[in-house]
C-alpha cells in the first residue's frame, strides 16, 4: 500500500480549482480573493508594467520592448481595419486593450504553478456576454428600431417569417457561448495534456531502472507541446478579438 500511494498522482484538473485566498463578505455578498482573481490582477499589472516598458527611453530606433508592442499594435490594427475600417477607429483602444488582456492572461498561465484565469468558463463568459450586450447596445443607438432587421432577411415570404427570425435569433444569441466555449475549452485541453504528460515522465522517472532512462520521450514531448502550448495562448487571444471585430462589424454595417 506504502508503494501505491508513493506514485499517486494528482488529477489534471485540480491545477483548474479556485481557491479563496482573502475571505471577505459584505452584506451577503462574496467579495472574496481568489486565485482566479488574483491572477488577473497579476496579469493586468504586468501588462501595464510592460507597456510602460515600451515607453521607457523610446527613439526612433526602438528598443526590444518598444518592438513587440509595436508588433502587437500593428496585428491589432491590421484587424480592426480589415474587420471595421474607418468606423472602428473610435473601437480601436477597447480591441487593443481586449487583445492585450488575454494575450497576457494566457501567457502567465503558462507560467508553472500559476493559474489560468482563461481556463475557467465563468470568466470567459462573463467577458463574452458583456461584449455582446455591449455590441447590442452600439448597434441600437447606431440604428434604432431598423437594428432588430438585423433579424429579418430581405425578401422572405411572409408565412415562413416567424421560422426565419426565430434561427436567426438563435443564431445571433449564441455567439456569446461560442465565443466563450472557444477560449475556455482550448486553453483548459492544453493545459490538462502538458499536465498528464508531465505527471506520466515524473512517474517514469521514479519507479527507476528502465523506464526511468525512457522518461526522455515524454519530457521532449511535453516541451514539444509547452511550444504548440504558447502558440495556442496568443492565437486564442487573436481569434477571441477578431471575432469581437466581426461582431461589432454586423451591427454597425448592417445589410
Same mark, same amino acid.
Given at each position: 500500500?506504502?508503494?501505491?500511494?508513493?506514485?499517486?498522482?494528482?488529477?489534471?484538473?485540480?491545477?483548474?480549482?479556485?481557491?479563496?485566498?482573502?475571505?471577505?463578505?459584505?452584506?451577503?455578498?462574496?467579495?472574496?480573493?481568489?486565485?482566479?482573481?488574483?491572477?488577473?490582477?497579476?496579469?493586468?499589472?504586468? +501588462?501595464?508594467?510592460?507597456?510602460?516598458?515600451?515607453?521607457?527611453?523610446?527613439?526612433?530606433?526602438? &528598443? &526590444?520592448?518598444?518592438?513587440?508592442?509595436?508588433?502587437?499594435?500593428? !496585428?491589432?490594427?491590421?484587424?480592426?481595419?480589415? &474587420? +471595421?475600417? /474607418?468606423?472602428?477607429?473610435?473601437?480601436?483602444?477597447?480591441?487593443?486593450?481586449?487583445?492585450?488582456?488575454? $494575450?497576457?492572461?494566457?501567457?502567465?498561465?503558462?507560467?508553472?504553478?500559476?493559474?489560468?484565469?482563461?481556463?475557467?468558463?465563468?470568466?470567459?463568459?462573463?467577458?463574452?456576454?458583456?461584449?455582446?450586450?455591449?455590441?447590442?447596445?452600439?448597434? !441600437?443607438?447606431?440604428?434604432?428600431?431598423?437594428?432588430?432587421?438585423?433579424?429579418?432577411?430581405?425578401?422572405?415570404?411572409? !408565412? !415562413?417569417?416567424?421560422?426565419?427570425?426565430?434561427?436567426?435569433?438563435?443564431?445571433?444569441?449564441?455567439?456569446?457561448?461560442?465565443?466563450?466555449?472557444?477560449?475556455?475549452?482550448?486553453?483548459?485541453?492544453?493545459?490538462? +495534456?502538458?499536465?498528464?504528460? /508531465?505527471?506520466?515522465?515524473?512517474?517514469?522517472?521514479?519507479?527507476?531502472?528502465?523506464? /526511468?532512462?525512457?522518461?526522455?520521450?515524454?519530457?521532449?514531448?511535453?516541451? /514539444?507541446?509547452?511550444?504548440?502550448?504558447?502558440?495556442?495562448?496568443? $492565437?486564442?487571444?487573436?481569434?477571441?478579438?477578431?471575432?469581437?471585430?466581426?461582431?461589432?462589424?454586423?451591427?454597425?454595417?448592417?445589410?
Amino acid at each position: 500500500m506504502k508503494m501505491l500511494n508513493q506514485f499517486v498522482i494528482a488529477s489534471p484538473l485540480e491545477q483548474f480549482e479556485i481557491v479563496t485566498i482573502f475571505p471577505l463578505s459584505i452584506s451577503g455578498w462574496n467579495f472574496s480573493l481568489t486565485n482566479s482573481s488574483l491572477f488577473l490582477l497579476i496579469s493586468t499589472t504586468v +501588462l501595464l508594467f510592460w507597456l510602460s516598458l515600451s515607453f521607457y527611453k523610446s527613439s526612433l530606433i526602438p &528598443n &526590444n520592448w518598444q518592438s513587440t508592442k509595436e508588433y502587437l499594435y500593428e !496585428i491589432t490594427v491590421g484587424m480592426v481595419q480589415d &474587420n +471595421l475600417g /474607418a468606423k472602428g477607429e473610435s473601437y480601436f483602444p477597447f480591441i487593443f486593450s481586449l487583445h492585450l488582456l488575454l $494575450l497576457f492572461c494566457n501567457l502567465i498561465g503558462m507560467i508553472p504553478y500559476s493559474f489560468t484565469v482563461t481556463s475557467h468558463i465563468i470568466f470567459t463568459f462573463g467577458l463574452a456576454l458583456s461584449i455582446f450586450i455591449g455590441i447590442n447596445i452600439i448597434g !441600437i443607438q447606431t440604428h434604432g428600431v431598423k437594428f432588430f432587421a438585423l433579424f429579418l432577411p430581405r425578401g422572405v415570404p411572409l !408565412i !415562413i417569417v416567424p421560422l426565419i427570425v426565430t434561427i436567426e435569433f438563435v443564431s445571433y444569441t449564441i455567439r456569446v457561448f461560442t465565443l466563450s466555449i472557444r477560449l475556455f475549452a482550448n486553453m483548459t485541453s492544453g493545459h490538462t +495534456l502538458l499536465k498528464i504528460i /508531465a505527471g506520466f515522465s515524473w512517474t517514469m522517472l521514479s519507479t527507476g531502472g528502465l523506464l /526511468a532512462v525512457f522518461h526522455l520521450i515524454p519530457l521532449g514531448l511535453l516541451l /514539444a507541446l509547452i511550444g504548440l502550448e504558447l502558440g495556442i495562448a496568443g $492565437l486564442q487571444a487573436y481569434v477571441f478579438t477578431l471575432l469581437t471585430c466581426i461582431y461589432l462589424n454586423d451591427v454597425l454595417d448592417m445589410h
